[in-house]
Nanobody, 116 residues
Framework: VQFVESGGGLVQPGGSLRLSCEVS????????MGWYRQAPGKQRELVAQ???????NYADSVKGRFAISRDNAKNTVYLEMNSLKPEDTAVYYC???????????WGQGTQVSVSS
């Protein structure tokens, strides 16, 4: 499986960004998709997940600000990020899971920096 993330950048606090991740090598529509992030000196954490039925889950730290969506026709998952905070600064990665097992493969990620 291959992941290609894009859409990151530098944004001021309170701003918005939309991340995209194109996925290849799997039957996209049957996999759970997730967005992870890793800040400097911290472990990678799962921030949003969308299941094959479209149901979603979010980390408490982003609930109400971030929205994950998917386009099965384009093999793409999105992360809409609003009301960004400096603590959202991290490299963001997408990943895919079948059942409870997330893929061991990772893309290059996309850097999100929130600063005034």
């Amino acid at each position: 499986v291959q992941f290609v993330e894009s859409g990151g950048g530098l944004v001021q606090p309170g701003g918005s960004l939309r991340l995209s991740c194109e996925v290849s090598g799997i039957v996209f529509r049957i996999w759970t998709m997730g967005w992870y992030r890793q800040a400097p000196g911290k472990q990678r954490e799962l921030v949003a997940q969308i299941n094959k039925d479209g149901s979603t889950n979010y980390a408490d730290s982003v609930k109400g600000r971030f929205a994950i969506s998917r386009d099965n026709a384009k093999n793409t998952v999105y992360l809409e990020m609003n009301s960004l905070k400096p603590e959202d600064t991290a490299v963001y990665y997408c990943n895919a899971a079948l059942g409870q097992a997330w893929s061991p493969s990772w893309g290059q990620g996309t850097q999100v920096s929130v600063s005034s």
